[in-house]
Structure formats: structure tokens, C-alpha cells
């Protein structure tokens, strides 16, 4: 699927579906950097430890989040989930995925001895704050808000990134 066309799709969808696959991009995106954050700060790894920690971190993220999801509604609507929504909650869940592709492209290229662990590893801090930018730009862009305002929205969501990172570096020097 091209890119012009998920996000044609993405924005045909009702609101609150498109705000859901939003938090999840941005709950998914947050935790990728917390782990690439504390891989990078423990330095001794693999690529290979280092794309196992990471792959396990979202898939359990994105477990609970679906869990979440799941009890939630049950609690209410009274009642699980239709077949239909089932299918809207795994989509949302699964399609999160694409906003934490860049640091396991990067590990692989460590695995392969293109990159160094460190240089993956900084790499996808970059591309991790980057991503919330534009996940945050997707969500901002069509809105009726001044441009001042989304500007506020985008640099606050690019600063809280940035200062996780130099939180970190305080931590371990």
C-alpha cells in the first residue's frame, strides 16, 4: 500500500479511530525511545540482544494496549468486543508497528557491521523523536487550530523527546 494512499485511508476513518491509532503510535514511539534510551546508556550490547529487547518491549506494549482496549470496552459497553471491532483493535494495534520500523533497520545494519550498536543505536534516537514530530504533524496538519498553535503542539511533542534523551544523558553522564 503506498504511503498517499494509507493515509487517504487513515483520514477517511471516524475521528476516534484515527485519534486511537494516533495515542498508540505515540505510546509505542515514547516506549521505543525509553528502550533504545537505556540499551544505548548500558552500552556492552549486541545488535542482536539490543533488536531482541527492543522487539519484545513493543510487542508487549502493544499487547497491553490491546488488553487495554479490550477490558475497557467490556467494561463500558457491557459487553466484548463484535467481530468488526475485534478486527478495528488489531488494526489499530498492529498498524503502530510502522512507527518503530526505523531503529530495527538500524540494528540490522549493525547486525551486518555496516553501523556500529552506538551509531544504530543514536541513529534511532533521531529517528524515533523524529517520528513523534510527524506523527504529530498527521494529527495537527488538517486542523482548524491557528499555525502557532500546532507549532506549540509540534515543538512541545519534539522538546519532550529531546528532553527524555537529556535526561538520560544526566543519569549516566
Known amino acids: 500500500m503506498s504511503r498517499a494512499r494509507g493515509r487517504a485511508e487513515l483520514e477517511a476513518l471516524p475521528p476516534a479511530e484515527r485519534a486511537e491509532r494516533l495515542k498508540e503510535r ?3 514511539t515514547f516506549t521505543a525511545l525509553a528502550v533504545v534510551i537505556v ?5 556492552h550490547t549486541t545488535p542482536g540482544e539490543a ?5 519484545v518491549t513493543c510487542f508487549a506494549t502493544l499487547l497491553a494496549v490491546f488488553v487495554a482496549d479490550i477490558v475497557s470496552h467490556l467494561a463500558v459497553h457491557g459487553e466484548v468486543h463484535t467481530r468488526d471491532e ?4 488489531v488494526a489499530v494495534s498492529l498498524g503502530a508497528i510502522g512507527a518503530v520500523a526505523l531503529p530495527f533497520v538500524f540494528l540490522g545494519l549493525a547486525a551486518f557491521d555496516v553501523w556500529s550498536v552506538d551509531a544504530a543505536l ?16 498527521f494529527a495537527v496538519r488538517r486542523t482548524r487550530a491557528p499555525w502557532w498553535q500546532k507549532l506549540i503542539v509540534l515543538g512541545a511533542e519534539a522538546l519532550l523527546g529531546v528532553a527524555v534523551v537529556g535526561l538520560e544523558l544526566l543519569a549516566h553522564g
Open 39 to 43: 540499551l544505548d546508556s548500558h552500552g
Open 26 to 28: 505515540i505510546y509505542l
Open 122 to 137: 543514536s541513529a534511532a534516537k533521531a529517528a524515533l523523536i523524529a517520528a513523534l514530530v510527524a506523527i504529530g504533524w
Open 86 to 89: 475485534l478486527r478495528r483493535a
Open 51 to 55: 533488536t531482541t529487547t527492543l522487539a
